[in-house]
């Protein structure tokens, strides 16, 4: 089955240290559903946005917590908000988890599977569900 640490390992380096930028999203506390401008700008790190971090740690989190992301807690993140929301241990090929973790980090987790499916001509819903996981351990 596939691993979690090899799939984050690989994606860490693709992600930049912290950053602030006043247009992204990402890099305010209420991004994710108000856009850019909207909550507390404390901006990103590790590819960790600024409501990911807060939603974590259960409280509006600070430019500080953000600056001082460990790779742990990047780490535990990513694994609860995508991995194992696609069920990435439940996929047997390490390649196949490695891209499909890539593209939810990168287009959304909801879009990343839709992807998948699409792909395997396969009912498109947006969740791993039994035909999906089947599909996706066809795959070498």
């Given at each position: ?10 994606r860490?380096?693709i ?10 999203s990402?890099?305010w ?15 990103t ?13 259960g ?7 953000m ?5 742990e807690?990047a780490?535990?993140i990513?694994k ?30 909801v ?12 009912t ?6 039994e035909?999906t996981?089947?599909?996706l351990?066809?795959?070498?």
């Open positions: 089955m596939a691993d979690f640490t090899i799939a984050f390992k690989r860490l380096p992600e930049g240290p912290w950053e602030n930028d006043p247009t992204d990402g890099c506390t209420l991004g994710d559903t108000l856009g850019a401008g909207h909550g507390v700008n404390i901006g790190n590790m590819g960790i946005c600024a409501w990911e971090l807060s939603a974590y740690l409280r509006t989190a600070t430019e500080e917590d600056k001082n992301l460990s790779e807690t780490g535990a990513f609860k908000n995508y991995w194992d929301k696609f069920r990435g241990d439940e996929i047997i090929n390490q390649n196949i988890a490695n891209d499909l973790f890539d593209a939810c980090v990168n287009e959304g987790l879009t990343g599977i839709k992807q998948a499916q699409e792909a395997g001509g396969i498109i819903n947006g969740k791993v569900d035909p996981l089947n599909f351990n066809t795959l070498l």
